[in-house]
């Protein structure tokens, strides 16, 4: 976790949901199984560290099959975690993925899916909008987060504006003025979610995307935490 990150949150009281793809800062697009169990164990004890702050996410990749099953059944039903992670290392509508959606919806938690639209396709199984709404068809109960809207996030807003079991993350991608507008006016306020994406993207420069966004104070607390929180059970509510 990144030494500055963590001091912001802390300093503001500010609950984060965290997930780890690779030690040291190396992140790992194609782990092994020992990896991934390795990448959780370090964001469970950052969140022994940091009760009621920091959120893990469970990262596992669906070449694992079954063995990934039962790493989400040890992070999010015994650990705590609070969704599941899916990176590049398989597109998100292979068949893999379905007995992970499916232990998804019996837990009650979101994947957070990352979707990238660019120029060139330098990762072959990186998945795009189009399969996740493939996956999100296939199980309209599920909750989906598609993080970075994409990157090019007027194509991914849309792409996913008709499934509405989707909602994006604003991570990732440069914070161009209009684009948390056009997420809300395209998707409601309550389908949009504040991501950092940090240690890869500067925290402050992420949320002045949030506060400089034409919308209103409501729509901005809801996007900035009250969203997340309601996603993920923190308000009380059911996850």
């Given at each position: 976790?990144?030494?500055?990150?963590?001091?912001?949150?802390?300093?503001?009281?500010?609950?984060?949901?965290?997930?780890c793809l690779g030690p040291n800062g190396r992140m790992l697009a194609?782990?092994?199984?020992?990896?991934?169990?390795?990448?959780?164990?370090?964001?469970?004890?950052?969140?022994?560290?940091?009760?009621?702050?920091?959120?893990?996410?469970?990262?596992?990749?669906?070449?694992?099959?079954?063995?990934?099953?039962?790493e989400i059944r040890r992070c999010v039903r015994d650990g705590g975690m609070r969704g599941i992670k899916l990176w590049v290392a398989v597109k998100c509508d292979d068949?893999?993925?379905?007995?992970?959606a499916e232990e998804a919806i019996s837990l009650g938690v979101p994947i957070l899916q990352h979707s990238y639209l660019r120029v060139e396709e330098v990762l072959p199984e990186e998945s795009k909008p189009e399969h996740i709404v493939s996956l999100a068809r296939r199980y309209?109960?599920?909750?989906?987060?598609?993080?970075?809207?994409?990157?090019?996030?007027?194509?991914?807003?849309?792409?996913?504006?008709?499934c509405p079991n989707v909602?994006?993350?604003?991570?990732?991608?440069?914070?161009?003025?209009?684009?948390?507008?056009?997420?809300?006016?395209?998707?409601?306020?309550?389908?949009?979610?504040?991501?950092?994406?940090?240690?890869g993207r500067d925290v402050l420069c992420q949320i002045g995307r949030?506060?400089?966004?034409?919308?209103?104070?409501?729509d901005r607390a809801k996007i900035l935490c009250g969203n997340a929180e309601k996603l993920l059970g923190l308000d009380g509510g059911a996850a």
């Open positions: 976790m990144d030494a500055e990150f963590l001091a912001f949150a802390e300093q503001w009281r500010m609950p984060f949901a965290v997930s194609y782990p092994t199984f020992e990896e991934c169990v390795r990448c959780n164990d370090m964001v469970l004890d950052l969140m022994a560290k940091r009760p009621g702050l920091a959120y893990g996410f469970c990262y596992v990749s669906q070449a694992h099959e079954h063995k990934a099953v039962e068949e893999r993925t379905f007995p992970i309209p109960e599920m909750k989906m987060i598609m993080a970075h809207m994409a990157l090019r996030w007027r194509e991914g807003i849309d792409a996913v504006a008709d909602s994006v993350d604003t991570s990732g991608c440069d914070p161009e003025l209009g684009s948390v507008e056009y997420a809300v006016e395209r998707l409601g306020v309550e389908r949009v979610l504040f991501g950092s994406d940090a240690p949030i506060m400089a966004a034409d919308i209103s104070e409501t």
